[in-house]
């Protein structure tokens, strides 16, 4: 078996010169290699990328060793296929900011694609910058002071990192450049260009003028579901390969992109992607259809005993949550967005049980999930006079999921066991994640509690 390295590639025939670096990617983490690398592979106009760790060394320290390269295996319902991407030419530590100043220096890197999750980016409710977040606080304080001069004094959060390499591409006068965010949050793109902006004032009024000039702010919907993996994957052992980082995705790839590239991108689109002059439809039906009905199942699956999103799915009091509240979702959807297809490519693609896609995964941070994913689509409703009983059932199961206690991280635990202990829990857990709900509502959610306990 070989080991995965250019060397080894270049001798078994296959293309393995790294592009010149004209991406920098935040948080090297699985789904970052199988969505925007893949991608920006199958793109094939030469842009390489520099991709760096959020919070732990450990895989640059992996791809690195493999000069960047690792196998995605695309599992579908019956078998597996097995390709090398080699589209990420440099893999790195995120601590290491000197290495990050240099390269957005350079006029010729264009693009910084971020994967770094909802919680990377420090910012509360309202969608803004977290100033009471002490970490955003000590990111201040070490770009106020200049270039770091040591690893301990450097800003640590993703954005204070961006911000400081955009400082050094000020200086180095690098030009214009487009960030593009590919986390599951809605207005992903605005949320960046608020928190960065936001951070860049409280640093220097100049860098802010000049962030607000010379950056670009994309907004995007990503999907392929890409659960964590580790372990070796028979199929990459049969290619003759030994690789420690590969990834594991389903064949299911989409990207919808709105916003500027003002210093060139890759043609994205030879692969599929798709660039549009409003990205909310289709942000709306991914994150709804899609995420909303991962936190469904998260939240009603382990009462049923189901541990993965296909086991879930299969359990029809599970599925029959998820078809009605799609049904209600696609009532919020504008005509123009398909989505006849969508959900039943989502039906086969949430039964694939070769994807192992654990609910304990998705459930993290269930609290933001339900304000963003169901919420909107219960007050849009009722407003136009419907029911919405599919998002009272869907809220229902959340509220009996709260009670007896989601195990995963969520940063509004203290307020939602506040919220369980209130006279009124109910009204309390609903207010916390939607201040616009209605009064007849909550008392349906209430009723239905009652009937069910
Ligand atoms: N995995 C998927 O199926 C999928 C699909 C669509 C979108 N996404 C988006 O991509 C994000 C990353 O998913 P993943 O599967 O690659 O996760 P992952 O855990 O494999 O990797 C996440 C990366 O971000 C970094 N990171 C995580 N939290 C951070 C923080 N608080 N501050 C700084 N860096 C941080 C990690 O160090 C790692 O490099 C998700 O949160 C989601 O928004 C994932
Ligand atoms: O933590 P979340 O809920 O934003 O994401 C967990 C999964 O639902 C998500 O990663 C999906 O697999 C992905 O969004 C598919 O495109």
């Known amino acids: 078996m070989r080991d995965l390295t250019r060397q080894n590639l270049a001798a078994a025939g296959i293309s393995s010169r790294p592009a010149p670096v004209r991406i920098v990617h935040l948080g090297l983490g699985a789904f970052h290699r199988a969505h925007q690398a893949w991608y920006t592979q199958r793109a094939r106009d030469g842009w390489g990328i520099a991709a760096f760790t959020g919070r732990s060394p450990h895989a640059a320290e992996t791809l690195a060793a493999q000069n960047g390269l690792y196998a995605l295996v695309t599992r579908n319902a019956d078998d597996d296929a097995v390709e090398i991407v080699t589209s990420i030419s440099e893999a790195h530590d995120g601590a290491d900011l000197a290495h990050l100043r240099e390269l957005l220096s350079r006029p010729q890197v264009g693009v910084v694609t971020l994967t770094i999750t909802e919680a990377g980016y420090r910012v509360d409710g309202q969608g803004a910058l977290d100033l009471s977040d002490p970490d955003v606080q000590a990111d201040i304080r070490a770009l106020r002071t200049g270039p770091p001069s040591a690893r301990d004094t450097a800003p640590r959060t993703p954005l204070g990192r961006l911000l400081s390499g955009l400082q050094a ?4 006068d690098g030009g214009p450049l487009a960030v593009v965010s590919c986390d599951n949050i809605p207005a992903n793109g605005t949320i960046s260009r608020r928190a960065l902006t936001a951070l860049a004032g409280e640093v220097d009024a100049g860098l802010c003028a000049w962030v607000s ?14 659960p964590a993996h580790t372990g070796e994957v028979p199929v990459v052992i049969e290619a003759g390969w ?30 599929g992607a798709r660039f549009v002059d409003d990205i909310c439809p289709w942000e709306d039906r991914k994150l709804w259809l899609l995420n909303g009905a991962h936190t469904i199942l998260a939240v009603a699956g382990p009462a049923r005993d189901k541990a993965t999103v296909s086991d879930a799915f299969a359990d029809p009091a599970c599925r029959d949550l998820v078809e009605a509240f799609w049904a209600e979702a696609v009532r919020c959807l504008p005509d123009s967005v398909e989505h006849i297809d969508y959900r039943r490519q989502l039906a086969e693609r949430f039964a694939n049980a070769r994807i192992v896609h654990r609910l304990d995964q998705i459930a993290a941070e269930t609290t933001t999930k339900v304000r963003y ?13 419907d029911d919405a009983a599919a998002c009272a059932a869907a809220l229902t199961t959340w509220i009996r999921a709260v009670r007896v206690g989601i195990a995963a991280p969520d940063r509004e635990s203290a307020a939602v066991r506040a919220a369980v202990s209130a006279a009124d829990p109910v009204s309390a857990l609903l207010s916390l994640v939607g201040a616009d709900i209605d009064q007849d509502f909550i008392s349906r959610v209430r009723s239905r509690l009652s009937a069910t306990d």
């Open 213 to 226: 000039a010379n950056v670009a702010f994309v907004s995007t919907s990503v999907d392929r579901i890409t």
């Open 242 to 271: 030994h690789d420690e980082g590969t990834v594991v995705t389903e064949p299911f790839a989409d990207w919808v992109l709105e916003g500027d590239f003002p210093a060139g991108r890759p043609a994205w689109e030879n692969a």
């Open 169 to 172: 591409r000020r200086t180095a």
């Open 373 to 385: 994913r169901i919420v909107p689509i219960a007050t849009r409703l009722r407003r136009q006079g």
